[in-house]
């Protein structure tokens, strides 16, 4: 098993979408390619927004997951906001990064909400 210091897959190619985009060597391409790939073109287009954050980051690959928790604690809070009226004992929303390590490691998971 090869080691990074990457963000995951999904991530990295997320980035280099968006950054294709704001170096006009992309467009945007609002059609999902396949139903295989649902879930890296929701990725995509929910980190289009962080675009300058990432720009300026002066380390991209440290600030991406931070930028796709952001992006995606915009998509959760609407769907809880959406679905609250029915809870009758309360929510608890946790929220965070997952940090994958060596194998040999227990993961980490760095809490933000």
Do not use: W
């Not at 280099?16 to 006009?24: C, E, R």
């Amino acid at each position: 098993i090869a080691l990074v210091d990457n963000c995951c897959g999904s991530a990295i190619a997320a980035s280099n979408y968006l950054q294709a985009i704001t170096d006009g060597t992309a467009d945007i391409n609002p059609r999902i390619q396949s139903f295989s790939d649902f879930q890296q073109g929701a990725v995509q287009e929910l980190i289009l927004p962080f675009g300058k954050r990432l720009g300026r980051a002066e380390n991209r690959m440290r600030e991406l997951p931070y930028a796709l928790y952001d992006s995606q604690e915009v998509m959760v809070t609407d769907i809880v906001n959406t679905g609250k009226a029915s809870i009758k004992q309360g929510l608890a929303v946790l929220g965070g990064i997952q940090i994958n390590t060596a194998p040999d490691q227990l993961d980490y998971f760095h809490p933000l909400r």
